[in-house]
């Protein structure tokens, strides 16, 4: 439910806030896509005809982003088609969140910043393209995506494509059990890389339709278990790179990255440009289609949520 002393940031859409009143099923949706995903006017296209296969699958999208410091749960035309090219939009996460609203600051929302702004909303399903994970290196670096604690604490279901395979993804799923996060596989046992349906990694546990992940949703709440579950839904078929072909083109970007002493904070879009490239803009045309194809199963799980009781 919203909560009493945040309510006053919060601006919900009329028709969110409706749908929310009649205990309906809403998705909410990151603007990090819109602001540093993809270039204008590609950005923008690509948010509403994720929010139309929200719709057409029966639930109401919610995007979210920080504008002027007020936390939009809900993004209006005008204000979507200003957010594809607005200047100096902050990337946030639970830390930036903030100083973000304190400040009266623009702001896209990352998955951790979104998932806290989702259940400020009362808003349980979000749609998403990849989690953040554990990096390569961590051992020496700590870096560690602030996602992948947000779903130890925060109560939304999360639905993604699984992570980059450009990270940790042992690691990564190693911290979720550790921090008691379910991880499931949507019709699979292995989990997805983002832009390949499988990895080497078997996901902890497999579920087959919208009304079993509502089960589980539900039972954890009555449990009183903290956090949120995260839903790992592979790429359709037709649209994805094959895990080896991936392998060869990160293996040669991430020797790319090293020849130009690219380190920190920036080898990820590094890669992530070098991949652009070296696939032939295949990597985006697969990010496109995974965010849509987890945004149709949101809308599902949302449905199901909507309808079923304990």
């Not at 990337?91 to 998955?111: E, I």
Request: glycine share 8%; net charge negative.
């Amino acid at each position: 439910m919203k909560h009493d002393l945040a309510s006053r940031f919060l601006d919900i859409a009329p028709e969110v806030q409706s749908t929310l009143d009649m205990g309906g099923a809403v998705v909410a949706l990151e603007s990090t896509i819109i602001t540093h995903g993809m270039p204008h006017p590609q950005n923008v296209a690509t948010a509403r005809e994720v929010e139309a296969v929200v719709r057409d699958n029966g639930a109401v999208p919610a995007t979210i982003a920080i504008i002027e410091g007020r936390i939009k749960i809900g993004l209006s035309d005008a204000e979507l088609d200003w957010l594809g090219t607005a200047k100096d939009v902050l990337k946030l996460s639970r830390a930036d969140l903030p100083y973000a609203v304190a400040a009266k600051r623009h702001g896209a929302t990352t998955v951790a910043a979104t998932m806290i702004c989702a259940h400020l909303a009362g808003i349980r399903v979000f749609a998403t393209g990849g989690i953040g994970g554990v990096h390569q290196g961590v051992e020496s670096t700590m870096d560690i995506s602030a996602d992948l604690d947000e779903l130890a604490r925060t109560p939304v279901a999360v639905i993604c494509a699984g992570a980059k395979a450009i990270l940790d993804l042992p690691r990564t799923l190693e911290y979720f059990e550790t921090r008691g996060v379910p991880v499931v596989g949507y019709r699979t046992d292995r989990f997805p890389a983002f832009w390949s349906r499988t990895s080497e990694l078997a996901v902890p546990l497999r579920l087959d339709s919208p009304d079993e992940m509502a089960d589980l949703i539900r039972t954890k709440e009555a449990l009183g278990l903290d956090g949120g579950v995260l839903v790992a839904n592979p790429v359709p078929s037709a649209d994805e790179i094959p895990a080896e072909d991936m392998k060869a083109f990160i293996d040669a970007a991430v020797a790319e990255a090293k020849a130009r002493g690219v380190v920190g904070k920036a080898v990820t879009p590094f890669l992530l440009s070098h991949l652009f490239e070296m696939t032939g803009g295949r990597s985006l045309a697969t990010n496109i289609a995974l965010v849509k194809n987890n945004a149709a199963l949101a809308a599902q799980l949302a449905l199901s949520l909507a309808s079923r009781t304990a």
